[in-house]
């Protein structure tokens, strides 16, 4: 079993639409989360961070954690043809900034116009 | 202005060549790391350098070396032992602190001919 499972997509949805992008993981260990969003062709940048349970909220972005599941979700509120990337979660077990996350595999996710 | 460059944009490469990609941050980061990306994979960590002159092997080290001179720089070179090194390269660092800030520069494509 991998420590990090993220269904690849790709997912497909209409502007306006609300979007929700899982993760589950197995390590108990994992106290960081964190959401990264990529464009095509270019690096990732840090979207969302949390470390505790529950609801985290960034404009149209809520990120929200269930440690007791091991289940972490990102919603996005009236998506934008902008919005399409592929959504990369990350988590660390560490509170040091300076060891290696882990990623799950991306959700590559279009917003049709 | 801030930030983290990798340098080339794209590079190819003959095989039996050994290329090297750059990575320099000017973020006064502690830690620097190399990703690899392919289609499907996520990212797969090569090395990490949490200071300078030290750096761990990360999941996919085979076929590659690094070296940590200075703060601000984490070269990769790409060996010829790499068997397959086609792929997208991403350099990130983050300072040792604050656990969410990891950031990435804009990739490196490096296509074997």
């Known amino acids: 079993q991998k420590e990090v499972e993220q269904d690849p997509g790709p997912l497909s949805v209409p502007e306006g639409a609300i979007v929700s992008l899982n993760c589950t993981y197995s390590n108990s260990a994992f106290q960081y989360f964190m959401w990264y969003r990529q464009y095509s062709r270019k690096g990732p940048e840090l979207l969302m961070y949390?470390?505790?349970?529950g609801n985290k909220e960034d404009g149209r972005f809520t990120a929200q954690v269930d440690k007791s599941s091991k289940y972490i979700s990102l919603f996005i509120r009236d998506s934008q043809p902008s919005d399409s990337a592929t959504y990369l979660c990350?988590?660390?077990?560490?509170?040091?900034?300076?060891?290696?996350?882990?990623f799950g595999k991306g959700t590559r996710l279009s917003v049709i116009a | 202005d801030g930030g983290i460059t990798q340098s080339p944009k794209y590079l190819f490469r003959k095989e039996g060549q050994n290329v090297t990609l750059s990575c320099e941050q000017n973020l006064n980061h502690d830690a620097m790391y190399w990703y690899r990306q392919d289609p499907g994979q996520g990212l797969r960590l090569i090395y990490y350098s949490q200071i300078v002159n030290d750096f761990q092997k990360g999941d996919i080290a085979e076929g590659y070396s690094v070296s940590r001179e200075k703060k601000e720089s984490f070269p990769l070179t790409v060996t010829s032992a790499q068997k397959n090194p086609t792929a997208f390269y991403l350099c990130?660092?983050?300072?040792?602190?604050?656990?969410?800030?990891?950031?990435f520069g804009p990739g490196t494509r490096l296509t074997v001919l």
């Open positions: 949390t470390y505790s349970s």
């Open positions: 990130a660092s983050s300072y040792e602190g604050v656990a969410d800030t990891q950031y």
């Open positions: 990350a988590m660390s077990a560490s509170p040091r900034g300076n060891t290696p996350l882990v």
